[in-house]
């Protein structure tokens, strides 16, 4: 057995390709991978050839496959099925599979043939739902949650009775003794395999945590060894090895390693499987199908096609009836579930190995996946739009209540504190100490990395109806409410203005992820304010139906502050650009105290308090850093963003404003009258500024027009006395968020100067 490195090469290279054509249409790559075998192996062109190598490859693929699959399903999820997901799964599983086992009967085929196509008939595919549902952005509606449940149900009882059929195969005869003994092989698998799960992996994610060898490749190898071991006992009880790795896949959960390193080893699985062994797999499976079923038995193949399709949709709506949704939403559901995928083919290509179908009844199967799944887009949105015409789409809000917010600075625990008087909020936060802030405010805080889905599992992430994402990173926030809308179907989420405005624009128009405070707000400023007590709140009554932009465009000006909540009734929401504000409705207004600030503080305070802060990790060039402080500077100073990043490259080319080792305190001039703004940065793996040895970890930016030169070198001074301190480097590096930084030159030890060109009611309108 010799592998052909360029057949491999050839075919993995089709998988890639042909997989990303297939998602780009908002297909599962698996069709597209199936296609590509199709289209250049022996079935049409014959560039690509199988052998007894890649089948080997293919094998491992789809145990690997099989494995994550297990993984992904949650046994705690299948309890927790709504009974409209049930009989959504039902009857979309029992209505196709009795249709077409009786087709393929009336074509002459045998029992066995007919069972597998009618499981295969009956299959629903998980992510060709799910990326569907994004596209769609159906993600929290009521059609959405009984889909997702509907799939994993139908998908886990096919493989129960795929195990079935190989048990009944392997006996070879069909008496009752020989089917006892099968029940009784199948019935010790699965106890053996339950104790092992239950009880030895526990001990042995503990022995593991314990283990200073216990790393991600040592533990990735063990993952191999107990799927191995799975599917060889599954072998060994008459059934095939993808059913021993699915079930190990069930048990290799966060109960055996903890939560974030079970996702994380999830992770790895997959890219294992999806992305490299599984395609081949899926390539392979193409070189067996035989096109001449559209000439010789084009009429069963059509009429598998229909029957599966009408068996799946009708099927679905008759069992959906009982819950009192409507045979409506029932027709869309079952639409909704007509796509195949990854699990039929798996099942109709061992099918063929073990010769319990033949080629043509393989065949069928793969082009009644590929057809079927390429009319699910079409159906569902036909379907939802019909829906939502009547009036009949349900979003599942109903279900849901509370709020989730990520990031637990000042605005954000006063959010919350408004949130909680009518309903429970739940906080996520890094900080230790943020987290005590938000607990003594009364808030449910939950200290850990918003980045791993099961800190935001444990947070209730999957129950609460709105989510607020308010760390000090922009890239985080945007990631984070990604998560929330795709993973969690949270079905309100809003953050701040992105720096970057293009990567809010691209969330909104693809997840619908709103903007907090319906506008522009310095969220680090706001911080300061409400940590100082210089912050009041009012009320401002709505007194006709508009949209929160529409008010926030109308009053900003006036209210001279921001909308931090909408009171409808006695619910207490968040206040956003998606919020719908009707008569009678209340926005509470968070307000600036200008007068109550300290004395102590001059307009230089004032400005660091609202100054924008970048804190930065990865090492990025100088040109890269300016465009990246332009695009904070230029609303607040009105200009264009590329004019003024453009001006401080100029500058620094005509001499370095690197004035320390690590430190640089660039400065440009622009026209205008009195306008004046600085930037704060921190990064922590160094800007490189070209004939510089040494990177700068440290960045002053300062902007001003040519009439505040004095105020300029005032701040310049200010800046000196602030890095002069001992040991404010190392402070600087170590501070664990934006605020800390801010309070690093806040708290400097200087010379103020109070005059009445400082207090002026330009200056006071900067805070």
């Not at 079935?43 to 993984?71: D, R, S, T």
């Not at 009784?184 to 104790?195: E, N, R, S, T």
């Not at 849901?400 to 996520?428: K, Q």
């Amino acid at each position: 057995m010799e592998l052909s490195i360029l057949n491999l090469l050839l075919v993995l290279l089709v998988a890639w390709a042909s997989g990303r054509i297939a998602s780009r249409f908002g297909y599962p790559s698996v069709l597209g991978e199936l296609l590509g075998g199709i289209v250049l192996g022996p079935p049409l062109l014959g560039l690509l050839h199988g052998g007894e190598a890649l089948a080997v490859l293919a094998e491992v693929g789809i145990i690997l496959m099989m494995v994550y699959i297990g993984m992904e399903i949650d046994p705690r999820e299948l309890k927790k099925a709504s009974k409209a997901g049930l009989l959504a799964s039902i009857g979309g599983f029992v209505t196709p599979f009795v249709l077409c086992y009786l087709a393929i009967v009336a074509f002459g085929g045998s029992t066995l043939a007919a069972i597998f196509v009618g499981v295969a008939a009956g299959v629903t595919s998980l992510a060709t739902k799910s990326r569907i549902l994004v596209d769609l952005q159906l993600l929290d509606t009521r059609i959405a949650h009984v889909m997702m449940a509907g799939a994993l149900i139908a998908d886990t009882i096919s493989l129960v009775i795929f195990a079935a059929i190989l048990g009944v195969a392997g006996a070879g005869v069909v008496d009752p003794a020989a089917i006892a003994l099968v029940a009784v092989k199948a019935i010790a698998f699965f106890v053996v395999a339950g104790f092992v799960g239950l009880k030895v992996f526990p001990l042995m994610g503990r022995f593991l945590k314990r283990s200073d060898s216990a790393g991600r490749t040592s533990t990735f190898m063990l993952v191999l060894i107990i799927a191995l071991a799975f599917a060889e006992m599954a072998h060994l009880a008459g059934m095939h090895g993808i059913l021993g790795a699915f079930v190990a896949g069930l048990f290799l959960r966060e109960g055996v390693f903890g939560k974030s390193y079970a996702h994380e080893l999830m992770s790895v699985v997959r890219d294992a499987s999806i992305g490299f062994l599984a395609p081949v797999f899926f390539v392979t499976a193409g070189f067996a199908v035989s096109l001449d079923v559209f000439t010789s038995s084009l009429p069963l193949l059509t009429t598998v096609i229909v029957l599966a399709t009408l068996g799946k949709i009708i099927g679905t709506a008759a069992f959906y009836l009982p819950t009192g949704y409507g045979w409506r939403e029932g027709v869309t559901i079952g639409a909704g579930m007509n796509g195949r995928g990854a699990v039929e083919i798996i099942i109709a290509q061992i099918g063929l190995e073990m010769g319990l179908i033949t080629q043509e009844i393989f065949s069928i199967l793969v082009f009644m996946a590929i057809f079927t799944t390429a009319t699910v887009p079409v159906l569902l949105k036909f379907g939802t739009d019909w829906l939502r015409r009547r009036g009949e789409l349900v979003r599942s809000d109903h279900e849901r209540t509370g709020t989730l917010i990520v990031g637990a600075g000042a605005t954000a625990r006063a959010i919350g504190r408004m949130l909680a008087r009518s309903a429970p909020v739940h906080v996520v936060d890094r900080n230790p100490d943020n987290c005590l802030l938000a607990q003594s405010d009364g808030l449910t805080a939950h200290c850990g990395d918003a980045l791993d889905e099961q800190v935001l599992s444990a947070a209730g992430a999957a129950t609460v109806k709105h989510g607020l994402v308010m760390t000090p990173n922009a890239e985080v926030n945007a990631l984070v409410s990604q998560t929330l809308r795709t993973t969690f179907l949270v079905p309100d989420v809003a953050m701040p203005g992105a720096a970057d405005e293009s990567v809010r624009k691209s969330l909104l128009d693809h997840l619908d992820i709103n903007t907090l405070f319906a506008g522009h707000a310095d969220v680090n400023a706001w911080n300061y304010r409400i940590e100082h007590d210089q912050t009041t709140q009012t009320r401002v009554t709505i007194e006709r139906d508009q949209s929160a932009t529409d008010l926030f465009a109308g009053t900003r000006a006036r209210l001279d502050g921001v909308a931090i909540g909408l009171l409808q009734g006695e619910q207490y929401v968040p206040f956003h650009d998606g919020c719908k504000l009707r008569k009678g409705d209340s926005v509470i207004i968070l307000h600036p105290m200008a007068e109550a600030l300290p004395p102590r503080l001059d307009r230089f305070d004032r400005m660091i308090a609202r100054a924008p802060i970048l804190d930065l990790d990865s090492k990025m060039t100088r040109d890269d850093f300016f465009r990246t402080a332009a695009s904070l500077l230029a609303i607040e100073l009105e200009v264009e963003p590329d004019r003024l990043a453009s001006m401080l490259v100029d500058r620094e080319r005509r001499g370095s404003t690197v004035i320390l080792p690590g430190l640089a305190i660039p400065h440009v001039v622009i026209d205008g009258t009195r306008k004046f703004a600085i930037l704060l940065a921190r990064c922590r793996n160094g800007i490189h500024f070209p004939d510089e040895k040494e990177t700068v970890h440290t960045v002053f930016v300062l902007v001003g027009t040519d009439d505040e030169r004095g105020f300029h070198l005032r701040a310049l001074s200010a800046l000196a006395q602030a890095t002069q301190r001992t040991d404010f480097e190392r402070d600087w590096l170590v501070a664990t968020d934006t605020e800390e930084l801010r309070r690093l030159i806040l708290h400097t030890e200087r010379r103020r100067f109070e005059t009445d060109a400082d207090v002026g009611p330009s200056a006071l309108n900067e805070i």
